[in-house]
């Protein structure tokens, strides 16, 4: 698989993964919606440069 | 300009935690400065699960986060300088140094009173360093160090835009600081006579407890040059500085559970 399949089948995965997550805590929870995003964002960009990392070994 | 800064602080706050830790972490994969000793996964997993935990729990246990707090204290007249008529621009920067020295002393007292060194103890505990040690603290410190500086805004009455910028420049600042990554020596040689480079916090997470009392700046490197705790260099130069705590070498000792009951251990 090529660096951008790669990157882009990882943050999807992560995106599908998370939504569920993200819509029981905006419901369920009293933290604000842009931290929950900023959160998964956070760890998106993480997947992304892991997987760059591990590709560049 | 300050009303428009301001008025899209949740924008700036995300792009200082993602854009920050974007440049950084990839700055260090295409030109990393050492070698890194311990699988990446598990300390990033421990890391970011950290600033998850953190992120939280100051957001559900206080009712307000520091810019929310110079806002209502500036709406209510609180602080010392309200009671002083200072040029924006000079409330600013003593604003901007203030902070920067709290978070300062609040660095320096953890690693001076025992009790507090036990929480601090787990942002040490990486094997590794890079820019996501920024993220790395207990959330008992998250939520403490938090308190001291709303207490600190709200006594002080800072201004919302110095507590806006402080944080967004220490939320970066701590991924440049804490990144495996190295400046021209000319240029680190400039910058480190105010502002704390890499190499000079580096030292700051050595092995060596003589080392790691040293270079608590956050941002500001003048704190330890007034107060006498400012270390050039490492003992073993920047390739051979050991990371970490000397009790605490086993990576499977220092995942994200044992990280979280780290304080109540001896």
């Known amino acids: 698989m090529t660096l951008p399949a790669a990157l882009?089948?990882?943050?999807?995965?992560?995106?599908?993964?998370?939504?569920?997550?993200?819509?029981?805590?905006?419901?369920?929870?009293p933290i604000p919606e842009p931290e929950i995003w900023s959160l998964l964002a956070l760890a998106a960009v993480a997947a992304a440069i892991v997987t760059i990392r591990n590709r560049r070994k | 300009m300050a009303d428009a800064l301001l008025g899209r602080a949740s924008t700036w706050y995300l792009v200082a935690l993602i854009g920050g830790f974007a440049l950084v972490a990839l700055w260090e994969t295409?030109?990393?400065?050492r070698t890194l000793t311990v699988p990446l996964g598990p300390?990033?997993?421990?890391?970011?699960?950290?600033?998850?935990i953190n992120q939280t729990l100051l957001v559900a246990a206080l009712p307000l986060m520091a810019l929310g707090a110079a806002v209502e204290a500036q709406a209510r007249g609180w602080g010392l300088l309200s009671l002083v008529a200072l040029p924006d621009a000079a409330a600013l920067l003593l604003g901007l140094v203030i902070l920067d020295a709290v978070r300062w002393a609040v660095h320096a007292?953890?690693?001076?009173?025992?009790?507090?060194?036990?929480?601090?103890?787990?942002?040490?505990?990486?094997?590794?360093y890079d820019c996501t040690i920024g993220l790395r603290f207990h959330p008992l410190e998250a939520l403490l160090s938090q308190s001291v500086l709303l207490l600190a805004i709200v006594a002080l009455g800072l201004p919302p835009l110095a507590v806006l910028l402080s944080d967004l420049l220490t939320i970066a600042h701590g991924y440049f600081a804490h990144g495996n990554v190295g400046l021209p020596q000319r240029l680190d040689a400039r910058l480190r006579r105010w502002l704390v480079t890499p190499d000079l916090h580096r030292v700051h997470h050595s092995v060596q407890v003589n080392e790691s009392m040293s270079n608590f700046g956050s941002v500001l490197a003048v704190w330890d040059r007034l107060f006498g705790s400012w270390r050039a260099a490492p003992g073993a130069g920047q390739q051979g500085l050991v990371i970490g705590l000397a009790e605490l070498r086993e990576p499977h000792a220092l995942t994200l559970p044992h990280l979280l009951w780290m304080p109540m251990r001896r």
Request: proline share 5%; charged share 10%.
């Open chain 1, 8 to 29: 882009l089948a990882r943050t999807l995965t992560a995106a599908v993964l998370a939504t569920p997550l993200a819509a029981w805590a905006t419901i369920a929870t």
């Open chain 2, 43 to 52: 300390r990033w997993l421990a890391n970011f699960g950290l600033q998850a």
């Open chain 2, 109 to 128: 007292v953890c690693h001076h009173w025992p009790w507090l060194w036990r929480l601090h103890r787990v942002h040490h505990s990486d094997l590794d």
């Open chain 2, 30 to 33: 295409f030109r990393p400065l």
